[in-house]
């Protein structure tokens, strides 16, 4: 289930009650010429979806267009970005989800407290309170209908046409797979089970943090890997992450394939999963890259390593990012204090602590400018132009927004 993400706001006296927030943060939205097209004065913004972007000011959240204009004007203590043209929004903490059109019209009657968003057609809803008791979870369709009436205490989203949800029976926690009638397909008895992926779902026997051994079972609810490992990840590439070592013993990495046979036998002291045919591995603290058999393709040389994407990773060496090819071959030099993924043709890199964009060939086409950044969406990206600052002043405690320009950052490895 996705929860929605409130902000909450405290008041902190007396430790640091001899300091007040002077100087707000500033966010804007520039173009891919760097050019600013729309500057809001304060307020927290996210990205444009459906050519909406919520923005937070005088502790509401509302929505915006491309012109910077309102649209919604700030009313939710709680919003979440538009997706199939509804957005879910909460108006006050007792008050039930309510989703809206892009005009701000209530277009599902409001009778849940909490809501995620719609895959594949259903989307989670719970019954219950601030308290969070005596919660129940069920899922409606895009008409507000309930098709499976609250009744669990944990819901997740639907995946590969089936729900994962689970029943509190105390000491145990009972979990089933639902289909999108609510008809119970499969109630596996293990002690946790995650969704499917890939056909496939991760089990395990014990508790997972500590005794648990994980294994993988098929949609007839058949064990196809025995619970033997002490984690392991979803397939990718048809091979899948496995870790053999306890929480407080050395780890070792390997991979499997489908049938738990080792393609890779546990021997790296970290590893990512298989992207594009090709896994980040680290040995003696390198990371290098293996193929789906195991071989090394690029030797283990760098501090730091992410997955490829489109053809590209990014690597750490002697202290700075650079982006290397399958090869191993550096086609834009290591010369970054930070590097984030490609997206659409455009990277986020920081040097000496400001953020910019460049292209595929290392080009700089908006120089690091920004105290913080964020990648394109829908052709506009959000950017940080002054941080709040705090100077001393006596009598006067700040109120602190429990969030931060950085909260939803992904650094994606």
């Known amino acids: 289930m996705k929860a929605l993400n409130f902000i909450a706001i405290i008041a902190v006296a007396g430790l640091m009650a001899s300091c007040v927030c002077e100087q707000k943060s500033t966010y804007a939205y520039i173009d891919k010429t760097g050019t600013v097209v729309i500057k809001l004065q304060k307020g927290k913004a996210y ?9 937070y000011k005088d502790f509401r959240w509302g929505f915006i267009d491309r012109a910077g204009k309102f649209v919604i004007e700030p009313q939710y203590i709680g919003a979440g970005h538009f997706e199939n043209g509804l957005a879910i929004t909460k108006k006050s903490e007792n008050d039930n989800i309510v989703f809206i059109d892009t005009t701000g019209q209530s277009v599902l009657k409001p009778q849940f407290y909490s809501a995620g968003n719609f895959v594949e057609g259903l989307a989670v809803v719970g019954t219950g309170n601030i308290e969070l008791t005596h919660c129940k979870y069920g899922y409606i369709d895009s008409t507000g209908t309930a098709v499976i009436p609250p009744k669990y205490d944990l819901a997740w989203d639907f995946s590969e046409g089936l729900a994962l949800v689970a029943i509190d029976k105390g000491r145990t926690t009972q979990y089933a797979f639902i289909d999108k009638t609510g008809n119970i397909v499969l109630q596996p008895t293990f002690d946790k089970v995650l969704c499917f992926s890939g056909g496939l779902a991760r089990v395990v026997n014990g508790t997972w943090w500590d005794s648990g051994q994980w294994g993988f079972i098929d949609k007839t609810g058949q064990v196809v890997i025995e619970p033997q490992f002490d984690l392991v990840w979803d397939f990718k590439d048809g091979r899948a992450l496995v870790c053999v070592g306890k929480m407080s013993d050395p780890k070792k990495y390997g991979f499997i394939d489908r049938s738990g046979n080792f393609i890779v036998e546990p021997q790296y002291s970290g590893a990512r999963d298989f992207s594009e045919g090709l896994a980040c591995v680290w040995k003696d603290g390198k990371a290098g890259y293996i193929d789906t058999m195991g071989n090394i393709v690029i030797e283990p040389q760098f501090k730091e390593a992410s997955s490829f994407d489109g053809g590209l990773a990014r690597v750490e060496s002697n202290g700075k990012w650079g982006y290397i090819d399958r090869t191993g071959k550096f086609i834009i030099e290591p010369q970054f204090d930070r590097a984030e993924k490609f997206v659409d043709g455009i990277a986020l890199v920081r040097v000496d602590k400001k953020w910019g964009y460049i292209d595929k060939t290392g080009k700089f086409l908006i120089k690091p400018q920004f105290d913080n950044a964020w990648h394109f ?37």
């Open 47 to 55: 990205d444009f979806k459906e050519g909406k972007a919520r923005v």
């Open 377 to 413: 969406s829908e052709g506009l990206a959000r950017v940080l132009i002054q941080k709040k600052v705090w100077v001393p002043k006596k009598h006067k405690p700040p109120t602190f927004l429990i969030d931060s320009p950085d909260a939803d950052k992904e650094f994606e490895y």
